[in-house]
């Protein structure tokens, strides 16, 4: 600008006008072939495709195997067997062994989980090579197999020794029936010193021992198991009443039957 001539402006070609907006068309990679694409569309709908795929896959597994049922929790039943789900089924183990049980639990549940997750998340910051082959990144790998290896075996360990036995009959969803809770049956069956009610429940149906309901014995059957016992499970002499006492027991279990 000189003074006296007037103002006059220069316009800077870098800067785009506002009218001439462009499409917003993705970079070109051809230049890389194999090695980058652009994250929308491209890359980003491969992802949406193989999610997809895998939800369809657990929908069709939970519909052809839906989740097993039990009986209603019974707070009272000191014999159940839990068991958690299979992703816990390593920390359950864990639970197990003496120095991450009973007065260490603290130990078993918090400390070495912690030890171990906090590993994990430490090993990409304690290794920051920048190579993507696991051979060349020795700690990150160690510290992933170490992890695997041990969910493994704990894993391993927590399903050969469960009695699944034991934990199929106990879980069993039993027919209810309409129970006379003041007959003398009853009364005799629920007696603390015979001891019927602490393994076979309040309502008979199953504890530490088995359910009652709908056993198909007979009263002679049910009170020779009252007086003899029935191994491995039931020692004898646990029946504590008289003669009488024993033939209205007997009777009472035997008229047990499930509607």
């Not at 009218?19 to 993705?26: Q, V």
């Not at 929908?59 to 839990?82: F, K, N, Q, W």
């Amino acid at each position: 600008m000189h003074r006296g001539k007037g103002m006059k402006f220069v316009g800077d070609s870098r800067v785009p006008a506002l009218s001439e907006r462009k499409p917003n068309i993705p970079k070109d990679y051809s230049e890389y072939p194999g090695k980058t694409e652009a994250f929308w569309p491209n890359f980003l709908l491969k992802e949406w495709l193989v999610g997809a795929v895998f939800l369809i896959g657990y929908l069709c597994l939970t519909v052809a195997h839906p989740s097993p049922l039990e009986r209603m929790a019974d707070p009272t039943d000191t014999g159940y067997i839990p068991l958690p789900d299979w992703y816990f089924l390593f920390l359950y183990q864990l639970l197990k062994y003496t120095y991450a049980s009973g007065p260490y639990n603290i130990i078993g549940a918090f400390v070495i989980p912690g030890i171990i997750f906090g590993g994990l998340l430490l090993a990409p910051f304690i290794d920051r090579g920048p190579h993507r082959r696991p051979l060349k990144r020795p700690l990150a790998t160690g510290f992933m197999l170490l992890a695997v290896a041990g969910v493994i075996y704990l894993t391993w360990e927590s399903v050969v020794n469960h009695d699944w036995e034991a934990a199929e009959k106990q879980g069993q969803i039993v027919a209810e029936v309409e129970i006379d809770k003041e007959s003398e049956g009853y009364k005799i069956y629920s007696d603390q010193a015979n001891g019927c009610i602490n393994c076979h429940g309040e309502n008979l149906d199953g504890g530490a021992g088995p359910a009652l309901v709908d056993t198909g014995l007979s009263a002679d059957e049910v009170k020779d198991i009252a007086v003899n016992g029935k191994p491995p499970g039931m020692p004898a002499g646990l029946f504590k009443g008289s003669d009488e006492e024993l033939d209205k027991l007997g009777e009472f279990i035997s008229g047990l039957k499930a509607e």
